[in-house]
């Protein structure tokens, strides 16, 4: 059973382009959320997705940043017109239901913005 | 809200000792879980321990276990034993069982064996 995949796993970007990072759960997962870890801190929780759904997105930018998990395909968190302060690590996590104790993270991108 | 405060930034210790990282919490909600999580230079996170808060049992995973004390709102890990590939950074998490059972990070502590 393939774990949750991430890609790419590094992405480079100028500023003012755009960030598309990619998320697959697990087979059998439903929902995922989405946590941006800045440097030399903790992940912070950004958007929590069911299929085709955006259940609670209190933790994402207003500006800029948006995600969708369609019914097919994987979820995608995308950043438009990136800026420095973007640069980070974002984490993916799937679960098979909101009623669940545990959430399963895939490896991560770094995003690096010039 | 719900906050997660971790006050070491850095612990060292020496291979086969043991260590303690500090953990408290602050939250109203009476039902919830929390966890350990490991990130080596991987970056991936690595489930160590979770504790259910209604269980008084403290949860243990081989060399890893649990200080649990809930009206102190407090959890910390204890690593015994430690092994150098136990070298990483060691984030305490909490998660309420409503809601959208998001997680609530802590800043994470670097904890470095020394051989």
């Known amino acids: 059973n393939a774990g949750v995949m991430q890609n790419p796993r590094h992405l480079v970007r100028r500023r003012g382009q755009e960030a598309r990072l990619r998320c697959s759960p697990m087979k059998g997962h439903s929902h995922v959320y989405w946590y941006r870890q800045l440097p030399e801190e903790g992940l912070k929780f950004m958007v929590y997705?069911?299929?085709?759904?955006?259940?609670?997105e209190s933790g994402m930018p207003k500006e800029r940043f948006s995600a969708e998990f369609p019914k097919e395909g994987p979820s995608i968190l995308r950043i438009q017109q990136v800026v420095r302060g973007d640069s980070a690590a974002y984490f993916c996590?799937?679960?098979?239901?909101?009623?669940?104790?545990?959430?399963?993270f895939g490896p991560g991108t770094r995003l690096t913005v010039l | 809200a719900q906050t997660v405060t971790q006050s070491q930034p850095e612990m060292s210790v020496q291979e086969a000792e043991t260590v303690t990282l500090s953990c408290t919490y602050d939250t109203s909600e009476s039902n919830y879980y929390l966890f350990w999580y490991k990130q080596p230079p991987s970056r991936q996170m690595i489930l160590v321990i979770r504790q259910e808060a209604y269980k008084q049992q403290n949860a243990t995973e081989n060399r890893f276990s649990v200080n649990f004390q809930k009206a102190a709102k407090s959890f910390s890990l204890k690593i015994s034993d430690s092994q150098l590939g136990d070298t990483a950074m060691y984030f305490c998490a909490f998660m309420v069982t409503s809601g959208t059972y998001k997680y609530i990070f802590g800043t994470g502590t670097r904890l470095k064996v020394l051989a």
């Open positions: 997705l069911q299929k085709e759904n955006i259940i609670d």
């Open positions: 996590a799937s679960s098979p239901g909101r009623v669940y104790n545990e959430q399963f």
